[in-house]
């Protein structure tokens, strides 16, 4: 008992963990939240049915169209929503988040459009793989999850601080006149982030869809708020943060209905996050002085 | 140049932008011709509907929509009255019902109003109808107290309280349960009336509740209160949901290996389910005022309609809709005249009215007095329980 209620705790603290990893990117580089994000995750996991359900191809297309096509979503948002607003003098900051929020209802609003109102079953033979372990089912989908969360952890880490490219994305996010005066090309790397943080959006939309057979138009909505949560309670732009915030949301969330009345869950896992941030207001991992620090 | 362009440009676009969302916005549509004058030996009725037609729950404002709009083609064509439906959306929300319903309260040549679709929104809205002194039905509102709430409320849902026990009774009977558990939504009306429904009749027969779990509109994961409850090993689990949320719960239920049957309530009833959760949705247990597969010509000549018109099976939600007009109809018919106060008379005598839900009354509160019919999903179909 104990241990399925951990597993499935990880399984959805790793789905939260792939959410903010997009959240706290964008964040990190532009100072923007991004409010669509959760659509373009809902996006993505609409991909995954039309893909798999709806035209029987195998799994390994649907995540690269899922990839692709929020790709373009995120070029898109930021073409259409951030760069206008960008540099512009007396434009408020919050107008990029104003904007987002708009992105965020336009999607919400073409998914009812195009797939409809209710709930889309996501049927493939990958997602019924299980292990019998005495009375405890284990599906191979939540151990996928937990490492793909891990390794884009891993690698997102690796390309900010190693890589070039990564290099040239933290100049960004120190100074964007600075780096570009140095030569970084700021207007790609804006882009590039924005891209790569929309994809895993879709990533992350597609395990959803396969985890709990259950994808629709609102599903955007409640994620998004959560991995704004966890960033927050992470350290905002901190990667191992949204990790480690992603894992301690969804652990305490699958606890809490285990052991304590499911009526109060989203109640004490928020207030889980308060007390956190009471205690470290920089969030988990956060740095005092930067807010963009890494 | 580029620049003087531009401008103009986008200041039209932003202009374009604003009058398309303040087109969407409030969509009010009206079908038909006519106004609300008796012409010869026909009767012109104008009646406002109230649905849920955008957000979260569209599927079922869709439904009764073309529930009314297939009923009104065929009442229409009859020729005895002549009907005409000015639809405004609620979106769901108790300040939208109460809004579009005092604009159609406003229009005195609107005679009746149905709907709205939510229990919670007919909260707010039966009192203003009451006031007004206008007739209102609720075709989807099954939480309790509802048409307690005046005189012209009225509903043809078959309340939750009268659906649930029976269909409890009869699972109990046949898989002799001792144990059960239930799952709830506790941020809905609807639901929430159906849980205290299940609780009540739980606690009255005897049995054991081993845990009370609650889920929110809308939640994708119900793992972790499924783990539970498979933990307390349940005979039976009583689940008040929406279709929606009912089969993804009952899709990762059987996943986990928890397979005791299901008792629903009446918006657990659609074939939906079998549509999302599949083989999952076995061992569903309904009490339905609708049965869509009934051998009744009646039945059977709505189901080619809606589905030639509409290109979906019907569910309950669309079922209730069609039948309501027709008691509209029937109502009018017997007034003799489109007026408030004696359509709220002849709504009242309303008796064994046949329609394809079965014979219908209204007892002395405005409320549903048939006799449901307990299902059971095997095989992937809904069949009479027995």
Not at chain 2, 119 to 140: D, R, Y
Not at chain 2, 194 to 215: H, N, P, R, S, Y
Request: charged share 20%.
């Amino acid at each position: 008992m104990l241990l399925e209620q951990l597993i499935n705790g990880i399984t959805l603290g790793s789905i939260y963990a792939i959410v903010a990893l997009g959240f706290t990117l964008v964040f990190g580089v532009l100072g923007i939240i991004n409010m669509a994000h959760g659509e373009i995750f809902m996006f993505g996991a609409f991909i995954g049915v039309i893909i798999t359900s709806t035209l029987g191809l195998p799994l390994w297309i649907a995540f690269l169209a899922a990839i692709i096509v929020t790709g373009i979503l995120g070029y898109m948002l930021e073409r259409v929503a951030l760069r206008p607003l960008r540099g512009k003098q007396g434009v408020s900051h919050l107008a990029p988040l104003i904007s987002t929020i708009g992105a965020s209802i336009l999607l919400e609003n073409l998914s009812h459009h195009l797939f409809g109102a209710g709930n889309h079953p996501f049927r493939n033979a990958f997602a019924e793989i299980s292990f019998q372990i005495g009375s405890i089912t284990i599906y191979l989908v939540q151990i996928l999850i937990f490492v793909i969360s891990v390794i884009l952890m891993i690698v997102l880490s690796y390309w900010l601080l190693k890589t070039k490219a990564g290099k040239a994305l933290r100049a960004t996010a120190e100074n964007i006149e600075t780096a570009s005066i140095l030569g970084v090309n700021t207007k790609r790397i804006i882009i590039l982030t924005v891209v790569i943080a929309s994809a895993m959006g879709g990533i992350a939309g597609i395990l959803v869809g396969m985890a709990f057979n259950s994808v629709n138009p609102q599903m955007g909505l409640s994620m998004g708020l959560k991995g704004l949560a966890i960033i927050i309670l992470g350290g905002m732009g901190n990667v191992r943060g949204a990790m480690a915030g992603g894992l301690i949301l969804g652990l305490s969330e699958t606890l809490i209905v285990a052991y304590g009345d499911s009526g109060y869950r989203d109640a004490v896992a928020f207030i889980t996050i308060i007390v956190i941030l009471l205690l470290r207001p920089q969030g988990l991992f956060g740095q005092k002085t930067t807010a963009a620090g890494r | 140049m580029r620049k003087l362009f531009k401008k103009p440009f986008l200041s039209i676009s932003i202009l374009m932008l604003v009058l398309l969302s303040a087109c969407s916005g409030k969509s009010s549509e009206t079908t038909g011709e006519g106004t609300s004058s008796k012409e010869g030996d026909v009767i012109n009725a104008k009646i406002g509907v109230i649905s849920y037609i955008t957000g979260p729950g569209a599927a079922y404002g869709e439904a009764i929509t073309n529930g009314f709009k297939l009923a009104q083609k065929e009442i229409n064509d009859k020729g005895e009255v002549n009907i005409n439906l000015v639809i405004e959306d609620s979106a769901g929300k108790q300040e939208e019902a109460l809004s579009a319903a005092q604009k159609l309260m406003s229009d005195d040549s609107i005679v009746a109003l149905l709907g709205p679709t939510l229990s919670t929104e007919m909260n707010v809205v039966g009192p203003e109808a009451e006031l007004n002194g206008i007739p209102i039905m609720g075709t989807s509102t099954t939480a309790e107290g509802i048409p307690q709430i005046g005189e012209y409320v009225f509903r043809n849902s078959l309340p939750e309280a009268l659906a649930i026990p029976t269909s409890i009774k009869k699972a109990v009977e046949k898989n002799s349960v001792k144990k059960v558990a239930i799952l709830y939504g506790n941020d809905d009306v609807f639901t929430k009336s159906g849980f205290d429904t299940m609780k009540k009749v739980a606690e009255d027969m005897g049995l054991e509740i081993v845990t009370i779990e609650t889920f929110q509109k809308g939640q994708s994961d119900y793992n972790a209160q499924l783990t539970k409850i498979k933990g307390l090993e349940p005979d039976l689990i009583l689940c008040s949901a929406l279709y929606n949320e009912g089969a993804v719960i009952m899709d990762q239920a059987r996943k986990m290996g928890v397979d005791v049957p299901f008792v629903g309530g009446n918006g657990f009833n659609s074939p939906q389910v079998i549509e999302i959760a599949g083989k999952a949705a076995d061992g569903l247990i309904v009490a339905t005022p609708w049965f869509g597969d009934k051998e009744n010509p009646k039945v059977q000549a709505f189901n080619e309609k809606y589905e030639a018109e509409y290109k979906m099976k019907p569910d309950q939600f669309a079922a209730q809709a069609y039948d309501a007009l027709y008691i509209m109809a029937e109502a009018l018919k017997n007034a003799g005249e489109a007026d408030r106060d004696k359509l709220k008379e002849a709504l009242l005598e309303i008796k064994d009215l046949e329609g394809i839900l079965g014979k219908f009354s209204f007892d002395k509160d405005g409320d549903v007095v048939m006799d449901p019919t307990v299902l059971i999903i095997k095989d992937g179909k809904f069949k009479v329980f027995e």
